[in-house]
């Protein structure tokens, strides 16, 4: 079955030049997905709690930044992509493009809309966490961002972006355990990305916070039931993305350690963690399975890097990342819309190396 997987994967990728070994390619083709559904208010889903007839609004009138993209959490990654390739990759074919639908969406007047929407009455876990750990690398990618316009956004994002934070300082601090669950509400993947806003916004009281929480959460976990993986809606995966989570807390040497008693990787390259398999990506719960490849192939790359350089366990960690890619990269595509709104923001953050660099 492993062998059957590559070679589809191979063969799929030599038929589509999405999937060509060269990140530029790839970047402006996520891109592009990304522009198509940036301000393309419908179909939508909104999680809108309402207080009376006057809240019946268009989802343009309500959150008026991040409407497209069929849910708010996806339009915000979605200008995340937007943000990252046209900063990494400013000479690209669709960086003016970029840059065009960021310049629509990111103005003074629409964010401080946004804000007053958060503000609202009986939102006070909107899109948490899930959608504002999103909203927080948003922000850090336009802080490490040198272009004039980047420094408007960036100040015009500022006010949504303390207003999320306060949420997140007001609610971990009361969070008695983590939510260990393989969709948006899942602690371990939103505290990774809201730990590396803290550190690029140099935020120490924040980062000092999450490290904590983390640590309360998960220092003392022990065999994780990776073999019980995937749940059929999962486009994360528990146990990865807490690994993933504990690397950037600990030291290498403390990292190699807490991996011994939490998760069985072997040490040599061999198959352990086959990608999952996607049945339909006309689905919007089972098109989450090409999500999951994703973020498991950065989760595990992001495993590797946090050990000490000969650990044993390397190859087999990158050997199944690679595995992962691979067979993700298959369902990032405009032929559906229920995977292609957000996959190409899980395939940026993976082949950009997000997760593992502060550039």
């Avoid at 500022?158 to 609610?171: G, I, K, Q, Y």
């Avoid at 730990?195 to 140099?202: A, F, G, I, M």
């Avoid at 146990?239 to 030291?251: F, G, Q, T």
């Avoid at 040599?268 to 919007?284: G, K, M, Q, Y």
């Amino acid at each position: 079955m492993k062998f059957l997987v590559i070679f589809l994967c191979i063969w799929f990728s030599s038929l589509n030049p999405v999937y060509a070994n060269d990140q530029k390619i790839n970047a402006e083709n996520f891109a592009r997905l990304a522009l198509d559904c940036a301000h393309m208010e419908y179909p939508n889903h909104i999680s809108h709690t309402m207080q009376s007839d006057e809240d019946v609004l268009p989802p343009r009138e309500l959150t008026p930044s991040f409407y497209g993209c069929y849910d708010w959490h996806s339009s915000v990654h979605g200008h995340w992509l937007l943000t990252r390739l046209a900063r990494l990759k400013p000479d690209s074919e669709l960086a003016p493009d970029a840059i065009s639908a960021l310049r629509q969406s990111l103005s003074k007047e629409n964010l401080l809309q946004e804000s007053i929407y958060v503000a609202g009455k009986g939102r006070k876990s909107f899109e948490r966490p899930y959608g504002i750990a999103w909203l927080l690398q948003l922000a850090a990618e336009l802080e490490d961002w040198n272009h004039p316009s980047a420094k408007a956004w960036r100040e015009n994002i500022r006010p949504l972006e303390e207003a999320l934070v306060d949420r997140v300082v007001e609610w971990l601090p009361k969070l008695t355990y983590p939510v260990r669950s393989g969709q948006h509400s899942q602690t371990a993947f939103a505290l990774g990305l809201m730990l590396d806003w803290s550190r690029t916004t140099s935020n120490r009281d924040v980062e000092t916070l999450i490290r904590n929480r983390i640590l309360d959460f998960y220092a003392e976990d022990k065999n994780c039931p990776i073999h019980y993986e995937p749940s059929g809606s999962d486009f994360l995966s528990p146990c990865l993305a807490e690994a993933d989570l504990m690397r950037r807390v600990m030291s290498p040497s403390e990292f190699a350690i807490w991996l011994n008693d939490f998760l069985d990787v072997p040490n040599s390259n061999t198959a352990w963690l086959e990608p999952a398999i996607v049945s339909d990506r006309s689905d919007p719960k089972l098109a989450h399975i090409d999500g999951l490849n994703l973020s498991r192939a950065w989760m595990l790359e992001g495993i590797a890097s946090g050990l000490p350089p000969k650990d044993l366990r390397i190859k087999a960690l990158n050997a199944a990342a690679a595995e992962h890619q691979a067979s993700g990269l298959i369902g990032v595509n405009s032929e559906f819309y229920e995977g292609g709104h957000w996959l190409g923001s899980f395939a940026t953050y993976l082949v950009t190396k997000r997760g593992l660099s502060d550039k």
